[in-house]
């Protein structure tokens, strides 16, 4: 069974541009959370989408923002990109149980903004 | 509110050694889960286990074994007879019920296995 896939793995902005992330979450599980890394705030949520719906958002400004596809697949999005935005950017994909919930991450997206 | 300390930055022990990774927790919610993930360099983070609110049973994997401590909000990971792969970053994270994949994170500890 494939995992998590992400896309790119790695790549260089400038201060002021925009990005765009890929996610393909493993296949069957229809939740896709976003996470950010960073050695200053470590591992903080982005936002969780299911069906095609934010259903959940962690605190970080409106340049971030995401949307899912009818097939699951997520993209997430970084708009007038900041020095700070620099990060490992990691997608989760949710299987639910009846004992809750387990999550698989990709290996994420380096991101580094010049 | 919820919040993960993982209290060591960092640790290093000589290959065969048994190391103890420490997790603490805060939390309101009586339903919530918790979650040990390894991260090696490439980035991936790769889930070990996951062990729910009501069930305090310790569990082994292996040269893996978890001890959950609900009297003293704690989870602690150990690994047994360490290796030199063993060496990564791992991390404790929380999730509430109701929230659950909105996940908090502590810190890491980084671990270092000498041959």
């Known amino acids: 069974k494939a995992g998590v896939t992400q896309t790119p793995r790695y790549l260089i902005k400038t201060r002021g541009q925009q990005v765009t992330l890929s996610c393909s979450p493993i296949?069957?599980?229809?939740?896709v959370s976003w996470y950010q890394q960073t050695p200053g705030q470590g591992l903080q949520f982005l936002f969780e989408?299911?069906?095609?719906?934010?259903?959940n958002k962690g605190n970080f400004p409106g340049r971030f923002s995401g949307r899912q596809f009818s097939n699951s697949r997520s993209e997430m999005n970084v708009s007038t990109l900041e020095l700070g935005d620099s990060a490992l950017y990691l997608c989760?994909?949710?299987?639910?149980?009846?004992?809750?919930?387990?999550?698989?991450f990709g290996e994420g997206s380096w991101l580094t903004v010049v | 509110a919820q919040k993960v300390t993982q209290a060591q930055t960092e640790i290093s022990v000589v290959e065969k050694e048994d190391v103890t990774l420490d997790c603490v927790y805060e939390?309101?919610?009586?339903?919530?889960?918790l979650f040990w993930y390894k991260q090696p360099p490439s980035g991936e983070l790769v889930f070990l286990i996951r062990?729910?609110?009501?069930?305090?049973q310790n569990e082994i994997s292996g040269r893996y074994s978890w001890n959950f401590q609900k009297s003293t909000s704690s989870f602690n990971f150990t690994i047994t007879a360490s290796q030199v792969v063993d060496s990564a970053v791992y991390f404790c994270?929380?999730?509430?019920?109701?929230?659950?994949?909105?996940?908090?994170f502590g810190a890491g500890t980084r671990l270092t296995v000498k041959p």
């Open positions: 989760a994909s949710t299987v639910s149980g009846s004992s809750g919930n387990t999550i698989y």
């Open positions: 994270a929380l999730s509430e019920a109701g929230n659950n994949n909105d996940m908090r």
């Open positions: 989408y299911f069906s095609e719906t934010q259903r």
């Open positions: 062990r729910n609110s009501f069930d305090e």
């Open positions: 296949s069957g599980h229809r939740s």
């Open positions: 939390t309101r919610d009586t339903t919530y889960y």
